[in-house]
């Protein structure tokens, strides 16, 4: 088995893959030292990592980069989060993510969000996008097709969210990452009618991961919070050694 079958591989509805999400190298190791089975960057966290803003506002040669140093300091298949791929444009979006596996990355995040916009891609257009990213990158790498309908609108209905994950899995895509999902009856109809492993985030009081593995899920992330986390404490411990 190759890196990539191995890592998808990793992706079993009711037993998730947890991905405690990293920023950098260093933060790399720490999580593989715990017991991880592979890892993640968020880009959120990276983003603040540097001091810049999320949203496609880290270059592109610093993803690339500290996608090599990620890749070079675990012995473990290690996915990015590649925000939107860098481009509203298929092709153009499909050589970001062509340029990204050459780092040595098994996987990427590719969300339907409009970076620095309103709303989401039109299904249509992502599909595209998908598919024009499966036919640059090859078969074996695990494009994790995240949709942003519940960001953008925590009222949008579930059947809109299978829509979107069913035509992504026709276009090509390794998983349906769906963030702000997190009810286990909405969960089981997703993994029902949804050919794709399913992600979800663990936010400040969702349902505990034995309920959500219950439910079907496979992937389980963190995001932002565990860096966030970090540096709440690192705060405290600042203030209090220079106040």
């Known amino acids: 088995m190759s890196r990539f079958s191995d890592f998808a591989a990793l992706h079993v509805p009711g037993d998730p893959l947890v991905f405690f999400n990293i920023w950098d190298a260093g933060s790399a190791k720490v999580v593989a030292e715990a017991g991880a089975k592979a890892i993640a960057t968020g880009s959120h966290p990276v983003a603040d990592a540097l001091g810049m803003p999320d949203g496609e506002q880290v270059p592109l040669d610093l993803v690339f ?3 090599r140093r ?10 990015i989060d590649f925000e939107g791929a860098y481009s509203i444009v298929p ?16 996987g990427c995040n590719l969300e339907d969000q409009r ?15 998908i598919a024009a990213i499966r036919a ?8 994790n097709a995240r949709t942003d309908l519940r960001i953008k609108d925590g009222a949008a209905p579930i059947e809109a969210v ?21 009810d286990p009856a909405e969960i089981e109809r997703v993994v029902g009618e949804v050919p794709l492993p399913l992600n979800v985030i663990a936010i400040p009081g969702a349902p505990s991961k034995r309920a959500w593995a219950a439910a079907g899920v ?20 600042a203030e209090a050694a220079l106040g």
Not at 70 to 79: F, H, S, Y
Not at 91 to 106: F, I, M, Q, Y
Request: positive net charge.
């Open 65 to 67: 980069a500290n996608a």
């Open 70 to 79: 990620i890749v070079g300091a675990v012995d473990l298949p290690v996915t």
């Open 91 to 106: 092709e153009a979006a499909a050589a970001n993510v062509v340029a990204l596996k050459a780092t040595g990355a098994v």
């Open 115 to 129: 970076i620095g916009g309103e709303g989401v891609h039109s299904l249509e257009h992502q599909v595209r996008r």
């Open 136 to 143: 640059a990158v090859g078969d074996d790498f695990f494009v």
């Open 162 to 182: 299978i829509a979107r994950g069913k035509a992504f899995a026709d276009a090509g895509a390794s998983g349906f990452f769906v963030p702000r999902l997190t």
């Open 218 to 237: 496979a992937r389980i992330s963190h995001g932002p919070f565990p860096l966030r986390a970090l540096m709440a404490t690192f705060r405290t411990m």
